[in-house]
């Protein structure tokens, strides 16, 4: 089968989405027990560049340092096939072959872009891994000078930025390619959600209790409790989470330009122009890269975003508008 950044999506997959997210908002909102949960133990490790947490409740403490260091390390294999900044990374080798040539790929990358073309689609390209060109654009990239590009300059980056430009089969083993010869691709908060799934799917071989694998903006987990939930940070307040997965999509700093502009470094696909109508934006649901990459079209979409998020069972989110104003999606618990 042959599968390329369409239109047209796999039925299979939307549906194990479906179920595995349903899984998920069932977990934001039910009690695993009540019990006082075992000793908690935690580690931080920097890989690949991200700063991963692994917290773990055990009451052995041997075993729960054990079951972190091979979480840890199960992270570290994912990032260096999928995360666009390290050299050698089955995503650096594919934008660096020219276009229109199959480049081999393991299963972990052909989950990670059929996932990324799903959420593409589903947002209408409010997602899209294909988006770093826009860096450039605005003068963001290689220490330049930022600035606000001219409208048509803006229309002709975006030819590049277009998620349909990748193509992935399964047909002679598991080969993506680029169809366009200037297409980059990063995957972003995906990649960072792939490498904390794999380490909580560890943890949960290991045998551990309860568990959680953070970045600053990413979280997956399991085990908690109703009288013990995993508190993660948000921009405003906390999000108390029992299983599944959050991603944080914020705005940043403000940028000033060449030209006196303020702009944010965090932009709208389907526009060319940073994304500016909220302050941030939260997604959970059952994988953590999936509520990544969620979490950034979210944020892209605006006003739009809260509607998205309310039509589509698997995701609970919340969302801060520009005017200060939060809205929290009913079944997501922030405190």
């Known amino acids: 089968m042959r599968r390329r950044g369409s239109r047209t999506g796999s039925v299979a997959s939307r549906l ?43 009451p052995d403490e041997t075993a729960a340092r054990a079951a972190i260091a091979t979480a840890l390390s ?8 999928l995360l666009a900044g390290v050299r050698g990374s089955e995503i650096d080798i594919l934008v660096h072959v020219p276009s229109h ?17 799903e959420v593409a689609e589903a947002t209408d390209g409010a997602y899209d891994p294909t988006w770093p060109p826009l860096l450039d654009l605005w003068g963001l990239a290689h220490g330049d000078v930022p ?9 002709m980056m975006l030819r590049r930025v277009d998620w349909t430009n990748v ?31 794999a380490a909580v799917a560890q943890l949960r071989l290991a045998g551990m209790a309860a568990g959680r ?3 600053r903006d990413e979280h997956a987990l399991f085990g908690g409790t109703r009288a013990q939930p995993w508190r993660i940070p ?17 705005r940043g700093a403000p940028i000033e330009t060449a030209s006196g502009d303020t702009i944010y470094a965090r932009f709208d696909p389907r526009t060319g122009r940073p994304a500016a109508a909220s302050r941030w934006a939260a997604v959970a649901t059952a994988r953590a890269s999936t509520a990544a990459a969620y979490a950034d079209a979210v944020f892209a979409m605006g006003a739009e975003g809260r509607a998205f998020v309310k039509d589509r069972r698997e995701l609970l989110g919340a969302i801060e508008n520009d005017d200060g104003i939060l809205w929290v999606s009913r079944g997501l618990d922030v405190q």
Do not use: K
């Open 16 to 58: 194990l989405l479906v179920l595995l997210a349903a899984g998920s908002a069932a977990g934001c909102t039910g009690a695993s027990g009540s019990h006082a949960p075992p000793a908690e133990w935690s580690d931080t490790r920097i890989v690949h560049g991200v700063e991963i947490v692994v917290a773990v409740r055990h």
């Open 147 to 155: 600035h606000v590009p001219r409208d048509f300059e803006i229309d």
């Open 167 to 197: 193509e992935v089969t399964d047909e002679e083993g598991l080969q993506a390619r680029r169809l366009g010869m200037r297409t980059q691709i990063d995957l972003g908060g995906l990649a960072r959600g792939a490498m904390l799934d």
């Open 101 to 117: 040539v199959w480049v081999e790929i393991s299963g972990t990358t052909y989950e990670a872009l059929s996932q990324a073309f």
């Open 74 to 81: 199960a992270a570290e294999e994912i990032g260096g096939r």
């Open 213 to 215: 694998a953070s970045t």
């Open 234 to 250: 948000l921009p405003e307040g906390n999000a108390l989470l029992r299983e599944g997965a959050l991603a944080v999509a914020q």
